[in-house]
């Protein structure tokens, strides 16, 4: 069964950094994209960004500029270097991947927040 496992959330101030890990385990097919969501209180789940496995990325227009995500296909692992943080930021992340055509799995989520 795929396993991902998230880290790096915590607390910093406005205009600080943070960078989420996500590893993978047990993936049967082969990652095809991993990605970042995020989901703030009250407010729908959104994409943060995406990889491919072949390196393609995309991100939400809120994020372009200030976050970057990057993968590491032998260790099955994506990372999201978020900097200039802003509160509006301040959510809860979850890791997803795509094992083969069409398994999707979640990470249990980590929280980041962004005081004022």
């Known amino acids: 069964q795929v396993q991902l496992v998230e880290s790096g959330g915590g607390l910093v101030q406005f205009g600080e950094s943070l960078r989420l890990s996500c590893a993978a385990s047990?993936?049967?097919?082969?990652?095809?994209?991993m990605g970042w969501y995020r989901q703030a209180p009250g407010k729908e789940r959104e994409l943060v960004a995406t990889?491919?496995?072949?390196?393609?990325?995309k991100y939400a227009d809120s994020v372009k500029g200030r976050f970057t995500i990057s993968g590491d296909n032998a260790k099955n692992t994506v990372y999201l270097q978020m900097n200039t943080l802003k509160p509006e930021d301040t959510a809860v992340y979850y890791c997803?991947?795509?094992?083969?055509?069409?398994?999707?799995?979640w990470g249990q989520g980590t929280q980041v927040t962004v005081s004022s």
């Open positions: 997803y991947i795509e094992d083969g055509p069409r398994d999707e799995f």
């Open positions: 047990g993936v049967v097919f082969g990652i095809n994209v």
């Open positions: 990889i491919t496995s072949g390196g393609r990325t």
